[in-house]
T-cell receptor, first 114, second 116 residues
């Protein structure tokens, strides 16, 4: 069965609203969680790396005030897209690694901003 | 800086034929790992195969094999006896080092279409 879940799997929202996406590791403690964004017909681009209890490290060009990441526990990381606009419409995927270097991807969240 | 290059945006292959998807990489680190993932239209990332930079033998997983040419910095994926279900996007990826905290960067992908 799935070892990483994402919620919601898809979301449609109005421009200007904020959207929270959850990434959960189901059967293990995640040492590190990574957030990726994938625009249609493009590759996965790393947005940020988060470790439990510490601030996320953002990739160059990713606005940390717009994409808020909270890694409150060893099984949960959240990505909040604040004041979403149509250009933020994308597929957001988390990747989770465990202490023994296993890694798993979440099923992804498709965000559509109207 | 690390870089992954996939030069084939799309490929068409007849069912049951073998197919090679190209991937070259660039890194100055001696320790790295190379991955191939399959992404069907559902969007999930499916792990196919992994090759460590110090692995002496090419990795194999069922119908998948990785043709690792370290000196040429290439890590091509070979799929033998292709099936209709192999139609998907395929991404080559690289990880610096072996730490669980290491980032993985992806190539631009190759869309593989299998013809019946």
């Amino acid at each position: 069965g799935a070892v990483v879940s994402q919620h919601p799997s898809w979301v449609i929202c109005k421009s200007g609203t904020s959207v929270k996406i959850e990434c959960r590791s189901l059967d293990f403690q995640a040492t590190t969680m990574f957030w990726y964004r994938q625009f249609p017909k493009q590759s996965l681009m790393l947005m940020a790396t988060s470790n439990e209890g510490s601030k996320a490290t953002y990739e160059q060009g990713v606005e940390k005030d717009k994409f808020l990441i909270n890694h409150a526990s060893l099984t949960l990381s959240t990505l909040t897209v604040t004041s979403a606009h149509p250009e933020d419409s994308s597929f957001y995927i988390c990747r989770v690694t465990s202490g023994d270097n296993e890694q798993f991807f979440g099923p992804g969240t498709r965000l559509t901003v109207l | 800086a690390q870089k992954i290059t996939q030069t084939q945006p799309g490929m068409f292959v007849q069912e049951k034929e073998a197919v090679t998807l190209d991937c070259t990489y660039d890194t100055s680190d001696p320790s790295y790992g190379l991955f191939w993932y399959k992404q069907p239209s559902s969007g999930e990332m499916i792990f196919l195969i992994y090759q460590g930079s110090y692995d002496q033998q090419n990795a194999t997983e069922g119908r998948y094999s990785l043709n690792f040419q370290k000196a040429r910095k290439s890590a091509n994926l070979v799929i033998s006896a292709s099936q209709l279900g192999d139609s998907a996007m395929y991404f080559c990826a690289m990880k610096k080092g072996y730490s669980s905290a290491s980032k993985i960067i992806f190539g631009s992908g190759t869309r593989l279409s299998i013809r019946p």
